[in-house]
Nanobody, 122 residues
Framework: QVPLVESGGGLVQAGGSLNLSCTASGRTFSDYAMAWYRQAPGKERELVAALTKSGRTQYYEDSLEGRFTISRDNAKNTVYLQMNSLKPEDTAIYYC???????????????WGQGTQVTVFS
């Protein structure tokens, strides 16, 4: 059973929007903080956004300028990433991840889905 399954990626014109979903299985979803990472070709995987188990506190990578919103529905074992005003530099494979917060910093477990491709063209 795949623990994390991402969906919602696609091809979109710059300025457009996408809403990514990640459904978790095999663990008690609400026991974990969740995050979205992305990896562009030739670059390291980077943390995009994370939120606490309750979803009340979120973290965002500084360069996003408020364009992305992370949320979760614990009843559906699902975390979302709403992406607005997309730019070509947002092109990457997006992965969700389970982890925890320590001293206000997100710490990941080595549990990944297959990722979902987001391609933004100008």
């Amino acid at each position: 059973q795949v623990p994390l399954v991402e969906s919602g990626g696609g091809l979109v014109q710059a300025g457009g929007s996408l809403n990514l979903s990640c459904t978790a299985s095999g663990r008690t979803f609400s026991d974990y903080a969740m995050a979205w990472y992305r990896q562009a070709p030739g670059k390291e995987r980077e943390l995009v956004a994370a939120l606490t188990k309750s979803g009340r506190t979120q973290y965002y990578e500084d360069s996003l300028e408020g364009r992305f919103t992370i949320s979760r529905d614990n009843a559906k074992n699902t975390v979302y990433l709403q992406m607005n005003s997309l730019k070509p530099e947002d092109t990457a494979i997006y992965y969700c991840n389970q982890g925890y917060f320590s001293n206000s910093a997100y710490k990941r477990y080595d549990i990944w889905g297959q990722g979902t491709q987001v391609t933004v063209f100008s």
